[in-house]
């Protein structure tokens, strides 16, 4: 079965400083991958994916990640943080086999000081 | 923007009653998915709908658990008997397409519950 890890639990950086928050993953076979948003008390929104091709996808926001198959990681990133970037930040996994369901990580708490 | 609309956004229940929970998925899409979130644990998914009948479902989703798409717009969450342990965040989403490239796109969710 598919999983996600996302070892930190809050990241915290400095307003213009660069952002990473951290995702590895597990599946069999070839992964799609997803990285959403959570802003308090809605949904979660789509911020970018990864199908394949470009190891590095840009998305909504300024974000992109980098997917690194010897490492089964697609950590995300934004060059320069913003203070409304603060969030819950969810990476999710499908196979590649028919399996439509999402497996997310638990979210990383992302605080960007002013 | 076409969004995945749901409601209510609060429900409060007594245990052992029954709850539908209702979501609009965006309009031109063909599947559709429940997914939930205890309080400080992971979201997980519940089921996934297509072609008027359930396609995936996982271990969470038992015999307590039913989904509709009564009308040509709403997907519905019934829970028969609800438990406390069945408090959490539920949420809805929507595909256009079965290919796994494509994104789900999320309602605000349905915060359930039990008292």
């Known amino acids: 079965a598919q999983s996600v890890a996302q070892p930190e639990d809050q990241v915290n950086v400095a307003e213009g400083n660069p952002l990473t928050v951290k995702c590895t993953y597990s599946v069999s076979g070839n992964p799609y991958l997803f990285w959403y948003v959570q802003y308090p008390n809605r949904g979660l929104q789509f911020l970018l994916k990864?199908?394949?091709?470009?190891?590095l996808v840009k998305g909504s926001y300024g974000f992109e990640a980098e997917f690194n198959k010897s490492q089964t990681s697609f950590h995300l990133k934004k060059p320069s943080a913003l203070v409304s970037d603060s969030a819950l930040y969810f990476c999710a996994v499908r196979d590649e086999n028919g399996n439509n369901r999402l497996a997310f990580g638990k979210g990383n708490q992302v605080v960007v000081i002013p | 923007e076409p969004e995945v609309t749901q409601t209510p956004s609060h429900q409060v229940t007594q245990m052992g009653q029954e709850v539908i929970l209702r979501c609009v998925p965006i309009?031109?899409?063909?599947?559709f998915y429940w997914y939930r979130q205890i309080l400080g644990q992971k979201v997980e998914f519940l089921v996934s709908f297509y072609n008027n009948e359930i396609s995936e479902k996982s271990e969470i989703f038992d015999d307590q658990f039913s989904v509709e798409r009564p009308d040509g717009s709403n997907f519905t969450l019934k829970i028969r008997s609800t438990k406390l342990e069945d408090s959490a965040m539920y949420f809805c989403a929507s595909s256009g397409e079965r290919s796994n490239n494509q994104p789900q796109h999320f309602g605000d969710g349905t915060r359930l519950s039990i008292l």
């Open positions: 990864y199908i394949t091709g470009d190891n």
């Open positions: 309009s031109n899409h063909l599947y």
